[in-house]
């Protein structure tokens, strides 16, 4: 299991052996390494599972950051980052609820109260409300206090707008750098990264779209989609009417981070 310590010490790792080897030091490099405290990335994975599923930080029995849900059961998480987006994010809404799918929001403050109602409407069609900061920043490069400004600033708007404080953040470009967690879980929220991103920003076209991410697609996965993409729209039917052929429901994240949390518990 991977731990917040465990994250500092890859950084740390690292950085030492990127400064040996501008030195030209082999010797001290192989000592750095064997003196390195470096989880064990040897253990056996269990068939078809790869080595980020095995990444979600804990903290005790609370969840830092999530990349994967239970890779036991056959659910599928639908987020769609960087809006609000009008009119473009009422019509995803229209399709998504045509479709009987819940998903997951990670919202920009800012662009959240620029279109409040917007933000009100996805949350009274039973969809997540989550934070995506307020200025769509790269957390990595501020101060863990600035960083948490930013979340902080996120939610605030997001409860302005629809009465609901959000419990779900992921950072702008998934930089996680611990301080960058240390904020999150400051002010209670759980970091979601992604397993599956098949660059729909890049209008790659609908049917690349699908492909990639059925290429990638497994229990559990976290699909990482963007609101105010014109080629996402047209693909959605198709692709979850081909993942409920294979088996798949779609939760949000907030469900998805509940259930593998109670399994952790009982596990213990």
């Known amino acids: 299991m991977f731990t917040l310590r465990s994250l500092e010490s890859y950084h740390t790792f690292f950085r030492r052996i990127a400064e040996l080897v501008l030195l030209g030091s082999f010797s001290l490099i192989l000592a750095a390494a064997a003196q390195a405290q470096i989880p064990d990335l040897k253990q056996p994975l269990a068939p078809g599972v790869k080595l980020h599923d095995q990444t979600n930080l804990w903290q005790g029995d609370k969840l830092l950051s999530l990349w994967r849900g239970d890779p036991a059961r056959r659910e599928i998480a639908l987020t769609f980052d960087d809006g609000p987006h009008p009119p473009f994010t009422q019509r995803l809404l229209a399709l998504l609820k045509q479709l009987n799918v819940r998903a997951t929001f990670f919202l920009v403050g800012k662009k959240v109260d620029q279109a409040p109602d917007v933000v009100a409407l996805i949350a009274r069609d039973g969809h997540e409300v989550a934070n995506h900061t307020y200025h769509h920043l790269n957390l990595d490069k501020m101060t863990q206090a600035d960083a948490a400004t930013e979340i902080r600033l996120g939610n605030e708007a997001i409860k302005r707008a629809c009465g609901k404080t959000p419990v779900m953040f992921r950072p702008p470009g998934g930089h996680h750098h ?91």
Do not use: C
Not at 181 to 209: K, Q
Not at 236 to 263: C, N, W
């Open 178 to 268: 611990p301080h960058v967690l240390r904020a999150a879980g400051s002010l209670g929220m759980t970091v979601i990264l992604w397993t599956d991103d098949p660059a729909d920003f890049a209008n790659p076209g609908a049917d690349v779209i699908v492909s990639r991410i059925l290429e990638q697609v497994g229990n559990g996965s976290d699909i990482l989609l963007h609101d105010g993409v014109e080629q996402t729209l047209e693909m959605l039917p198709d692709l979850i009417a081909r993942l409920r052929q294979d088996g798949y429901r779609f939760v949000t994240l907030s469900e998805m981070v509940h259930k593998v949390e109670a399994k952790h518990i009982v596990r213990k």
